[in-house]
């Protein structure tokens, strides 16, 4: 009989509950993609949390970063979290044109993409993080396949990120390898960073890199728009990227439709922010100390209530 | 009449030895020609004649997506329905398997009905493997879904089961019933051909791009994209299967008055079942081929475990979720294997109660019963509980980073010899080659080794690549797989020979092979690069491991088949065992070697995308890279030069084991 009883209550709750989140516009459920890397994946389950806590409902959707903009034009897919401007500036502005994606704002999160070299090469190289430094003992990287250079490892080609321009702007004896992937890369770096041997390579911020290996960025001469353009600007006369890489916002996007179809929801994923700080501390626990995701993400919503709330009035 | 022979078996050796030579000497020196005649086309395809079809591709993508329409409805509307039709038993499936069943949308959602509980989904399947009357299966496949459990692989490995469930029947149901139809209908066969050599030799990633379009986001599209992978092998063995059925049996249904209908479903099919079910063998492996790639694009299981976890260098945990895949490979792929030998049953007899008449499946549905109602009491009865999971996860990890330290320069020594001596050298010698000259000697070898018309389909094939403009990346494919192959056939064939000759070997060994095709090569592709850095290097050794299985395997075929009479008389003239092997066995067991070299080409190339994943610079990378900028027309250009590749080279290989068959005298 107690199974019985159980269902029936979990109707009559049901009912009441559907009673009680009638104020929302739709019952369908908004669609929030998430890819593969455990940062954009805290981002979307905040967001989703809190949605489904103004009674929205809410569906987590797999989708490949760059792919995911043919599911957003057509209405497959609702929400995209984290567009990054370092890597994502191209298919938005692509997606944007057609009118049928809308920006919904920054993160408040800033990604930082830049050549990067762990703490114990400083003894090596005196001088680090300047540029110059590191060039001057490019020949400390060298591995049999690039001398006599030094061998810098870079991002997957679809990353972009002019490496290959920079190193030949700034005159550097470095030859630029590109990983496949970022396990590749961070593979690579776990690899070096055990045997305290000489790396420099692509990282980026928010990540848990930075956090588990002691390290810094490389300082270049700071990026303007018009060392991208112009190639009179900068120490090289005759070539563009002879500067560091820019930083840039991570953006939110949506279908156009969201809007019109749940004006509250829309004005809760505009007013989503997370700082930089709080999202390397989580993302640090889930994939350094092997948190779950749900957890970190229910610790940070309990402590940081008051600025949530403000989004879905 | 020896004399002719050997003069033109003198004239074959001079013909390879002088095409070689003009290949060699071209590509030596096409950069200095180019630059003393300054004729730049010589090293690249002349921009301007470039077929443009990657942009035909893509624009007639988006007129299909966007614009094409029959009238009362569009395109797409057909391909959703298809993939309403998919998801449904899909979510049925899953649900009784993990979800449970729940009325409601999103958090108003209600459970009614709880899934399977982990105790009865083992005993499902023990009860099926003592159903196809196996002790010894029972034992296998219950270690096999224990691991599962105590590893803490459950709710994925039942994600993973539950697609398996899906694109499995759907496999073998459209492979069977295109076979059928090119069992009836000759044209239809010889026009299926070829697209099924596209369907086996394209990439995955180069066609992930259309069908998330077309079928939309989520596990349908990797259900499609699975289905698609997986179906050929299906199609060609019910094809053969039916037309090998002995003419007396077809005679005979005739004699007795069969329709079309009664001949097809009850004399050739019954007949045809042995060699079907290696198809439907085939189709459940290549399904869990997939798992990874599938969880790109929305599966989940235990795919998207092993990426995630590699992604945070998490060896351990990928390297468990990684043998989830394998156990659950080892569990179907017996299961299914024992049902193909299964004798028919006993009439049952219709005046026993239902419980006497089938004492298995009463138990097993009390054994559902019990546990679906006292799991909602004991909830370790539904659930496996979490605190009683164990792991190896840290080891792996610590295994790893000891041999890195300790042995990396070592490594690091071998691999600066093999590059220096053997990878720069091939690449150059393949990346020096003029497009012109490759197109023309790739012809003449396929037509000498298999006539004209194998020549001009070889040298047509090439001209695509060349006029695609990927001739510099095609090269370099070639030159990554032939390496491959190389370092794999002198690592493989010892091994099958080994094999082939001693029956404690070939367990041992045959264990290792079949591990290493189902784990996935996400798994060691990673501890590779940590090993071995980023570069073809590493490139190179998760293709040979991957392509190992078919030397071995067709090596230790070869010589295991051969007549043992042949051996005997070699023994009788005194032979020693070196002679006996070198003179007797091992060119009697060519055919076999050629036909695993085949293959291990075949594997080779369909690993090419993978190791884009390690940052290699050939046509797997520009596939990737049409797959991560959704590029529709990038990709299916890029993937169907891969396919050219593969079909260029299966044919050529193909025809070598023919006339090596012939000369041999074997039919």
């Given at each position: 009989?107690?199974?019985?009883?159980?269902?029936?209550?979990?109707?009559?709750?049901?009912?009441?509950?559907?009673?009680?989140?009638?104020?929302?516009?739709?019952?369908?459920?908004?669609?929030?993609?998430?890819?593969?890397?455990?940062?954009?994946?805290?981002?979307?389950?905040?967001?989703?949390?809190?949605?489904?806590?103004?009674?929205?409902?809410?569906?987590?959707?797999?989708?490949?970063?760059?792919?995911?903009?043919?599911?957003?034009?057509?209405?497959?897919?609702?929400?995209?979290?984290?567009?990054?401007?370092?890597?994502?500036?191209?298919?938005?502005?692509?997606?944007?044109?057609?009118?049928?994606?809308?920006?919904?704002?920054?993160?408040?999160?800033?990604?930082?993409?830049?050549?990067?070299?762990?703490?114990?090469?400083?003894?090596?190289?005196?001088?680090?993080?300047?540029?110059?430094?590191?060039?001057?003992?490019?020949?400390?990287?060298?591995?049999?396949?690039?001398?006599?250079?030094?061998?810098?490892?870079?991002?997957?080609?679809?990353?972009?990120?002019?490496?290959?321009?920079?190193?030949?702007?700034?005159?550097?004896?470095?030859?630029?390898?590109?990983?496949g992937?970022?396990?590749a890369?961070?593979?690579?770096?776990?690899?070096?960073?055990?045997?305290?041997?000489?790396?420099?390579?692509?990282?980026?911020?928010?990540?848990?890199?930075?956090?588990?290996?002691?390290?810094?960025?490389?300082?270049?001469?700071?990026?303007?728009?018009?060392?991208?353009?112009?190639?009179?600007?900068?120490?090289?006369?005759?070539?563009?990227?002879?500067?560091?890489?820019?930083?840039?916002?991570?953006?939110?996007?949506?279908?156009?439709?969201?809007?019109?179809?749940?004006?509250?929801?829309?004005?809760?994923?505009?007013?989503?922010?997370?700082?930089?700080?709080?999202?390397?501390?989580?993302?640090?626990?889930?994939?350094?100390?092997?948190?779950?995701?749900?957890?970190?993400?229910?610790?940070?919503?309990?402590?940081?209530?008051?600025?949530?709330?403000?989004?879905?009035? | 009449?020896?004399?002719?022979?050997?003069?033109?078996?003198?004239?074959?050796?001079?013909?390879?030895?002088?095409?070689?030579?003009?290949?060699?000497?071209?590509?030596?020196?096409?950069?200095?020609?180019?630059?003393?005649?300054?004729?730049?086309?010589?090293?690249?395809?002349?921009?301007?004649?470039?077929?443009?079809?990657?942009?035909?591709?893509?624009?007639?993508?988006?007129?299909?997506?966007?614009?094409?329409?029959?009238?009362?409805?569009?395109?797409?509307?057909?391909?959703?329905?298809?993939?309403?039709?998919?998801?449904?038993?899909?979510?049925?499936?899953?649900?009784?398997?993990?979800?449970?069943?729940?009325?409601?949308?999103?958090?108003?959602?209600?459970?009614?009905?709880?899934?399977?509980?982990?105790?009865?989904?083992?005993?499902?399947?023990?009860?099926?493997?003592?159903?196809?009357?196996?002790?010894?299966?029972?034992?296998?496949?219950?270690?096999?879904?224990?691991?599962?459990?105590?590893?803490?692989?459950?709710?994925?490995?039942?994600?993973?089961?539950?697609?398996?469930?899906?694109?499995?029947?759907?496999?073998?149901?459209?492979?069977?019933?295109?076979?059928?139809?090119?069992?009836?209908?000759?044209?239809?066969?010889?026009?299926?051909?070829?697209?099924?050599?596209?369907?086996?030799?394209?990439?995955?990633?180069?066609?992930?791009?259309?069908?998330?379009?077309?079928?939309?986001?989520?596990?349908?599209?990797?259900?499609?994209?699975?289905?698609?992978?997986?179906?050929?092998?299906?199609?060609?063995?019910?094809?053969?299967?039916?037309?090998?059925?002995?003419?007396?049996?077809?005679?005979?249904?005739?004699?007795?008055?069969?329709?079309?209908?009664?001949?097809?479903?009850?004399?050739?099919?019954?007949?045809?079942?042995?060699?079907?079910?290696?198809?439907?063998?085939?189709?459940?492996?290549?399904?869990?081929n997939?798992?990874?790639?599938?969880?790109?694009?929305?599966?989940?299981?235990?795919?998207?475990?092993?990426?995630?976890?590699?992604?945070?260098?998490?060896?351990?945990?990928?390297?468990?979720?990684g043998?989830?895949?394998?156990?659950?490979?080892?569990?179907?792929?017996?299961?299914?294997?024992?049902?193909?030998?299964?004798?028919?049953?006993?009439?049952?007899?219709?005046?026993?109660?239902?419980?006497?008449?089938?004492?298995?499946?009463?138990?097993?549905?009390?054994?559902?019963?019990?546990?679906?109602?006292?799991?909602?009491?004991?909830?370790?009865?539904?659930?496996?509980?979490?605190?009683?999971?164990?792991?190896?996860?840290?080891?792996?990890?610590?295994?790893?980073?000891?041999?890195?330290?300790?042995?990396?320069?070592?490594l690091?020594?071998i691999k600066t010899q093999l590059l220096?001596f053997l990878l720069v050298?091939i690449k150059?010698?393949f990346?020096?080659?003029?497009?012109?000259?490759?197109?023309?000697?790739?012809?003449?070898?396929?037509?000498?080794?298999?006539?004209?018309?194998?020549?001009?389909?070889?040298?047509?094939?090439?001209?695509?690549?060349?006029?695609?403009?990927?001739?510099?990346?095609?090269?370099t494919t070639v030159y990554l797989c032939a390496t491959s192959v190389l370092i794999a056939s002198i690592i493989g064939i010892p091994l099958g020979i080994w094999a082939?000759?001693?029956?404690?070997?070939?367990?041992?060994i045959?264990?290792f092979i079949d591990t290493l095709q189902t784990l996935p090569s996400f798994v060691y592709l990673i501890p590779v690069v940590m090993l071995f850095r980023v570069g073809d290097f590493s490139a190179m050794i998760a293709v040979v491991l991957y392509a190992l299985a078919p030397a071995v395997r067709y090596a230790?075929?070869?010589?295991?088949?051969?007549?043992?009479?042949?051996?005997?008389?070699?023994?009788?003239?005194?032979?020693?065992?070196?002679?006996?092997?070198?003179?007797?066995?091992?060119?009697?067991?060519?055919?076999?070697l050629?036909?695993g070299l085949n293959q291990t080409i075949m594997l080779a190339i369909s690993m090419l995308v993978i190791t884009a994943l390690v940052g290699t610079?050939d046509?797997g990378?520009?596939?990737?890279?049409?797959?991560?900028?959704?590029?529709?027309?990038?990709?299916?250009?890029?993937?169907?030069?891969?396919?050219?590749?593969a079909?260029?080279a299966?044919?050529?290989?193909?025809?070598?084991?023919?006339?090596?068959?012939?000369?041999?005298?074997?039919?």
């Open positions: 009989m107690k199974p019985m009883k159980t269902v029936l209550a979990g109707v009559l709750t049901a009912f009441v509950s559907t009673g009680a989140f009638a104020g929302v516009e739709s019952q369908d459920p908004i669609k929030l993609t998430t890819h593969d890397w455990t940062g954009q994946i805290i981002t979307t389950t905040i967001m989703g949390e809190v949605l489904k806590k103004a009674g929205y409902n809410v569906e987590y959707v797999q989708a490949d970063y760059i792919a995911q903009f043919a599911g957003l034009k057509t209405g497959d897919l609702h929400v995209a979290m984290e567009i990054w401007e370092t890597t994502g500036r191209d298919a938005m502005d692509e997606a944007f044109a057609t009118g049928k994606v809308v920006n919904m704002g920054e993160t408040g999160m800033e990604a930082i993409e830049e050549w990067w070299y762990p703490a114990y090469m400083e003894e090596v190289c005196p001088g680090l993080p300047d540029w110059k430094a590191l060039n001057d003992c490019a020949q400390e990287f060298s591995t049999p396949e690039t001398e006599p250079l030094g061998r810098y490892l870079g991002g997957p080609v679809t990353w972009g990120g002019y490496d290959d321009e920079r190193v030949e702007a700034l005159g550097m004896d470095f030859e630029v390898v590109h990983a992937t970022d396990a890369l961070f593979a690579e770096l776990e690899s070096a960073y055990q045997r305290k041997a000489p790396i420099v390579l692509w990282l980026y911020s928010p990540h848990w890199a930075p956090a588990k290996y002691k390290g810094s960025f490389v300082k270049f001469p700071a990026y303007t728009p018009e060392c991208y353009n112009d190639p009179a600007w900068g120490s090289n006369p005759d070539a563009a990227y002879d500067c560091g890489k820019p930083t840039g916002p991570i953006w939110k996007v949506s279908w156009e439709g969201v809007e019109k179809k749940w004006p509250g929801a829309a004005k809760a994923i505009k007013a989503f922010t997370v700082s930089n700080a709080d999202m390397g501390d989580m993302v640090g626990k889930v994939d350094l100390d092997g948190a779950k995701i749900e957890d970190v993400v229910a610790e940070w919503l309990k402590a940081n209530e008051a600025e949530w709330s403000t989004w879905t009035k | 009449m020896s004399e002719a022979l050997s003069r033109l078996t003198r004239w074959a050796s001079l013909f390879w030895l002088g095409l070689f030579a003009i290949t060699w000497a071209l590509s030596t020196w096409s950069f200095d020609l180019y630059k003393a005649l300054d004729a730049r086309w010589i090293i690249r395809f002349p921009k301007k004649f470039e077929l443009p079809l990657d942009k035909w591709i893509s624009d007639a993508m988006s007129w299909l997506v966007e614009d094409a329409t029959f009238g009362l409805f569009t395109f797409r509307d057909v391909t959703r329905f298809i993939s309403a039709l998919i998801e449904a038993p899909y979510d049925i499936v899953r649900s009784l398997l993990i979800d449970g069943f729940a009325v409601g949308q999103g958090q108003q959602a209600v459970q009614v009905a709880p899934s399977l509980s982990w105790i009865a989904v083992i005993g499902i399947i023990l009860a099926l493997a003592y159903h196809a009357r196996r002790r010894n299966l029972v034992l296998l496949v219950g270690i096999c879904f224990v691991y599962l459990a105590m590893f803490g692989q459950w709710d994925s490995a039942m994600i993973t089961l539950a697609s398996v469930l899906i694109a499995v029947p759907i496999g073998v149901a459209g492979g069977l019933a295109l076979g059928i139809f090119a069992y009836r209908v000759p044209l239809a066969e010889r026009m299926m051909r070829p697209v099924l050599d596209l369907m086996q030799t394209v990439p995955v990633f180069a066609y992930l791009v259309p069908i998330l379009f077309l079928f939309g986001f989520g596990p349908v599209s990797a259900l499609v994209a699975t289905v698609v992978y997986a179906m050929p092998p299906m199609v060609r063995v019910s094809t053969v299967a039916l037309q090998s059925v002995p003419q007396e049996l077809i005679e005979a249904g005739r004699m007795v008055g069969c329709t079309q209908r009664q001949m097809m479903w009850k004399v050739l099919i019954p007949t045809a079942k042995p060699s079907l079910m290696v198809g439907v063998n085939q189709v459940i492996m290549l399904t869990l997939m798992v990874i790639i599938a969880s790109m694009i929305g599966a989940g299981g235990l795919g998207y475990d092993v990426l995630t976890a590699l992604r945070r260098l998490d060896i351990g945990g990928g390297v468990e979720a043998l989830a895949i394998v156990v659950m490979a080892i569990a179907l792929d017996r299961l299914s294997q024992a049902f193909a030998v299964r004798r028919f049953d006993a009439p049952l007899n219709p005046s026993l109660p239902f419980h006497k008449r089938r004492p298995l499946l009463t138990g097993i549905l009390l054994l559902v019963a019990v546990t679906t109602v006292a799991g909602l009491f004991v909830p370790p009865v539904h659930l496996y509980p979490e605190d009683l999971t164990i792991t190896t996860g840290s080891f792996w990890t610590a295994a790893i980073e000891w041999i890195n330290v300790n042995f990396f320069n070592t690091e020594f220096t050298p150059k010698f990346g020096g080659i003029p497009w012109i000259w490759g197109i023309l000697v790739i012809g003449l070898a396929a037509g000498r080794v298999g006539g004209w018309k194998l020549g001009l389909l070889a040298a047509g094939l090439t001209l695509f690549v060349a006029a695609s403009g990927l001739w510099g990346k095609a090269m082939g000759q001693s029956a404690r070997a070939n367990s041992v045959g264990a230790a075929h070869g010589i295991r088949s051969i007549d043992a009479e042949l051996i005997e008389a070699g023994k009788v003239f005194g032979c020693t065992e070196r002679q006996i092997l070198w003179r007797i066995k091992l060119p009697l067991a060519a055919p076999s050629l036909l610079r046509l990378q520009e596939v990737y890279i049409a797959l991560t900028k959704a590029n529709t027309g990038q990709g299916i250009v890029a993937g169907l030069a891969v396919a050219f590749i079909i260029i299966d044919r050529i290989v193909t025809a070598l084991a023919r006339s090596s068959r012939e000369r041999l005298g074997l039919k």
